[in-house]
């Protein structure tokens, strides 16, 4: 467990979740970005959430995303979609580090890697960068997730990893306030959002990342960039 998550995380015991999954964190200011001290914007089913913030803020003003054609909007009723935001099918993906065996098998697909694996410092900080669910269009909610390991001192381990319960509230994790996700078809967010399964050594994080459209440009100048795609970590073990 890095310096960070020690920092938001009291001690547990072992095989123990970390404290509760992260909710909404934004808030915009007037005339720029939200600044680096974020209010926090849940929803009720969310309260007493630990949070973390994401790498870069939410942008909440400034540049907004390209008019599409008012008729075509109409057409396919676009409206701000039910909020909270929920999901019922998900992605799934599972990366090993630090291992020297390591399988991961959730809906009866399997990852990892029979041979060892190096270890995350050795990819550098953004090692978990442009990560997604390579399998898809898993309905809420197969059986737990099946870890068998062997950690970088030699210890064998296995865990079961219960997604349906980190996620029993179905609530998609982000970081954007409501008033700043974008209008879409039907008030239906059609990306589902990715499940994340990271064996690192002794520990096991869980994250979603999931695809939120927004009204105003997050790169400013990109006008491919009315979208966040922030990864959020929902849950620790440790081993």
């Known amino acids: 467990m890095d310096d960070d998550e020690k920092r938001l995380m009291p001690r547990i015991p072992k095989h123990m979740t970390a ?10 200011t007037t005339g720029g970005a939200s600044p680096p001290t974020h209010k926090m914007q849940e929803s009720a089913p969310m309260a007493h ?17 390209p008019a ?4 075509k909007a109409a057409e396919m009723n676009d409206r701000a979609p039910a909020w909270p935001l929920r999901f019922d099918k998900h ?4 990366r090993c580090h630090d291992t020297l065996s390591c399988e991961v098998v959730y809906d009866d697909v ?5 041979k060892p694996t190096r270890s995350s410092a050795s990819y550098g900080p953004d ?15 197969p059986p737990p997730a099946r870890v068998v390991w062997t950690s970088k001192d030699g210890s064998a381990h296995e865990a079961e990893i219960d997604i349906g319960e980190i996620f029993s509230d179905q609530l998609v994790r ?9 209008d879409v078809p039907n008030g239906q967010i059609s990306v589902h959002p990715a499940i994340l399964l990271e064996v690192n050594d002794r520990t096991i994080r869980v994250y979603m990342k999931a695809f939120i459209p927004t009204k105003h440009l997050q790169t400013p100048g990109n006008t491919l960039s009315a979208v966040r795609r922030d990864l959020v970590l929902v849950k620790t073990y440790t081993y």
Do not use: M, Q
């Open 110 to 114: 399997r990852h990892g890697s029979e």
């Open 91 to 94: 992605n799934f993906s599972a």
């Open 68 to 71: 599409g054609d008012p008729a």
């Open 49 to 65: 959430a630990r949070f973390t913030y994401p790498e870069t803020p939410v942008l909440t003003s400034g540049e907004l995303a």
């Open 19 to 28: 404290a509760a999954s992260l909710a909404l964190a934004a808030c915009a």
């Open 174 to 182: 982000h970081y954007v306030p409501r008033e700043e996700v974008a």
């Open 127 to 141: 090692y978990l960068k442009d990560w997604n669910g390579g399998h898809g269009g898993i309905r809420n909610f």
